[in-house]
């Protein structure tokens, strides 16, 4: 078995007893670290810097070298599988990302078909590689993929939305064709997902973005059913060794469904209570989050006394990752952000009685 520097954090996810409560970001490398902007820069775009492998390893080990991160997570993006699927994917400032050809009928579904991870996602694999080798089991790294419901918003709609009003009227009228849909990104995901485990991700993250615009009864007929075939996938590909970690933004109130998919953590947006959600489930599963990200404006004073407040809410230690409840935003000062890992360690040490 593979050994670590710092396994704190797959310890965290197996239910084993840690020194301290560990803590990654969700975004970690990303607009907010000056470093990150330059080295963009420097590869010409966004999705030049995911096509690189080894501009992509750098921007992963930036948050590395500034913060006392548990873990490291694989730059890249959800949206380079709908992209690999031919549905040609732009980013532009400002506007966010765009698909060329979003998927709208029977014929655009029909045409779709799961891509081979090691061909046209070949330079994922290749910087998980990279990663992999440069990091040389220091921290875990995460791997990830976006949830078929949430990768289905985007390519339904073609981009961003408000009020996802074409793939919720697609669910609505044509249920079947939705269906259609899903289970080919599912195939995708899991394809795409299996790949990074082979290549060299210790964890899984799976992101539903966007599963709490859902209803209950279509979330759990649209977006869960989906996610628990990758989770039954992942763990059979890596023989249960490698956990999974399901995030529904919004999803705080679906967290006993959530939990029986078998998953091994489930991210939490910050707007519920850890220690709520820890009476509700019990200690079967490991709970992420969940610190709003906004409140990283406040003073680094102010700051301590959040993460006092989200390590007090989850109570006694056990089976809890740090985070935040959402990505962190690219104004936030990267001092504020070492507070906030800081704070964390110094703050859940379980040193001797
Ligand atoms: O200008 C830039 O540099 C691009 C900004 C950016 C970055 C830094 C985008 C475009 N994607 C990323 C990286 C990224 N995206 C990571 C990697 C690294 C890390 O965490 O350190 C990850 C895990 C994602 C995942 C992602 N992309 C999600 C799920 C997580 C979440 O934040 O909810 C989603 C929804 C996306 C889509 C996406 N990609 C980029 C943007 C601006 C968006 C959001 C668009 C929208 O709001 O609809």
């Avoid at 709908?82 to 765009?98: C, F, K, Q, T, V």
């Avoid at 967290?255 to 850890?274: H, K, M, N, Y």
Wanted: net charge negative; aromatic share 8%; with cysteine.
């Amino acid at each position: 078995m593979k050994t670590f520097g710092n396994d704190t954090f797959l310890r965290a996810l197996r239910g084993e007893p840690t020194d301290y409560t560990p803590v990654w970001i969700m975004r970690q490398a990303g607009r907010y670290l000056p470093e990150y902007r330059a080295t963009r820069a420097e590869a010409g775009s966004f999705l030049d810097l995911c096509r690189n492998p080894e501009l992509a390893c750098e921007v992963t080990l930036q948050p590395l070298r500034r913060f006392d991160l548990d873990a490291a997570i694989l730059f890249s993006d959800i949206l380079t599988v709908p992209d690999a699927m031919g549905l040609g994917l732009s980013l532009n400032e400002g506007i966010g990302p765009r698909f060329e050809r979003p998927v709208r009928d029977a014929a655009a579904v029909a045409a779709l078909a799961a891509p081979d991870p090691e061909d046209e996602l070949g330079y994922v694999m290749d910087a998980v590689r990279t990663i992999a080798g440069a990091l040389d089991g220091r921290v875990p790294l995460i791997g990830f993929a976006g949830s078929p419901w949430t990768l289905a918003t985007y390519m339904v709609e073609g981009g961003s939305s408000r009020d996802f009003k074409r793939i919720k009227a697609m669910i609505y009228e044509s249920p079947a064709l939705a269906h259609r849909m899903l289970d080919t990104v599912a195939d995708a995901v899991t394809a795409y997902l299996e790949a990074q485990v082979a290549a060299g991700v210790d964890a899984v993250m799976v992101f539903d973005t966007w599963g709490g615009s859902l209803g209950w009864r279509a979330y759990r007929e649209f977006s869960l059913p989906y996610m628990a075939r990758i989770v039954e996938a992942v763990k059979a590909a890596a023989d249960g060794t490698v956990p999974v970690t399901l995030f529904t933004k919004g999803g705080g109130q679906w967290v006993e469904a959530i939990a029986a998919t078998g998953c091994d953590g489930i991210g939490l947006d910050w707007t519920g209570s850890l220690g709520e959600t820890r009476r509700r489930l019990g200690e079967g599963v490991t709970l992420q989050g969940n610190m709003d990200p906004m409140s990283l404006y406040a003073p680094p004073e102010a700051i301590r006394t959040e993460v006092a407040a989200v390590l007090d809410d989850f109570g006694a230690p056990g089976r809890h990752v740090f985070n935040l409840g959402h990505g962190i935003l690219p104004d936030i000062d990267p001092d504020h952000v070492a507070v906030m890992v800081d704070a964390v360690h110094e703050l859940s040490a379980r040193g001797a009685p």
